[in-house]
């Protein structure tokens, strides 16, 4: 199984508007930062989109991605579902929608904003048959599993997807460790977990909580995402343990 980072960054992105670099050096191609969105791969050739960035066009393009078989969200926050749009040609040369999963409020939030996207308009398809996760346990080919995690006064859905014998978690924008997301993230493989910045933050996760989620969780390996501009690459990759990697666009980890 595969993990590709399509985005690392947080919903601003790095750089700034402004070129406002931060403390991340501009000469460090890995300190660019798109909005975080990730896809996971079997061994069969199965590929989960998780969120549709604002910046999804610019990253399909960049890793050559033109085919999808189902897209799950983790919330409806702009940075995680703006680039809904550009799923459409990715059902030009289908026979029906995309499948589509998210949590029953952001289910409902996302059809409100982005009706055409899901009922169809002036004689355009419907581009994604969205789904609710209760009763989702498999989906093509992959194990799901599923919790709700607190954000801030909002929630976003983390993610385990199980294929091959191995396992990977999303769980990004979370700003608290609840049991249920021990009980589901148990023994992963690679962990893909929030870490906004160094110091705590309302709504996101900063490298204490991340590492310790990843402690806690018994995940064998983790990659950092979320990442705001007080974060340069190099000068973190050389403070967390060895299992522990900072995310960057187009990082590709076989699991």
């Given at each position: 199984?595969?993990m ?17 670099w ?16 990730i ?25 050559r ?9 983790t ?26 999963f ?25 581009i ?7 009763k ?10 599923k919790v ?41 493989d ?44 190099r ?21």
């Amino acid at each position: 199984m595969k993990m590709l980072m399509l985005g690392s960054g947080t919903s601003t992105g790095v750089p700034r508007v402004g070129n406002d670099w931060g403390e991340c050096d501009p000469a460090e191609p890995r300190n660019r930062r798109t909005r975080v969105s990730i896809i996971v791969e079997s061994d069969e050739g199965k590929r989960l989109l998780v969120d549709t960035s604002t910046d999804l066009r610019a990253q399909l393009l960049a890793n050559r991605i033109d085919r999808v078989d189902g897209v799950f969200w983790t919330h409806d926050h702009a940075d995680h579902c703006h680039g809904i749009d550009d799923l459409r040609v990715m059902r030009y040369d289908r026979s029906g929608p995309l499948p589509g999963f998210a949590a029953d409020e952001t289910a409902r939030r996302l059809r409100a904003r982005f009706s055409y996207v899901f009922a169809g308009e002036h004689g355009y398809p419907t581009i994604v048959e969205l789904n609710t996760l209760e009763k989702l346990r498999i989906f093509a080919g992959f194990g799901i599993g599923k919790v709700q995690m607190p954000h801030g006064p909002a929630q976003s859905t983390g993610y385990r997807f199980d294929a091959d014998g191995k396992s990977v978690v999303y769980a990004t924008d979370f700003s608290e460790i609840v049991p249920g997301m021990l009980e589901v993230f148990a023994g992963a493989d690679l962990m893909v977990v929030d870490c906004l910045r160094r110091r705590p933050h309302p709504t996101h996760a900063h490298l204490d909580m991340a590492l310790d989620l990843i402690a806690r969780s018994g995940a064998r390996r983790a990659v950092l995402t979320h990442l705001d501009k007080s974060l340069d690459y190099r000068t973190l990759s050389a403070e967390v343990p060895d299992h522990v990697m900072v995310g960057y666009d187009g990082l590709e980890v076989t699991v």
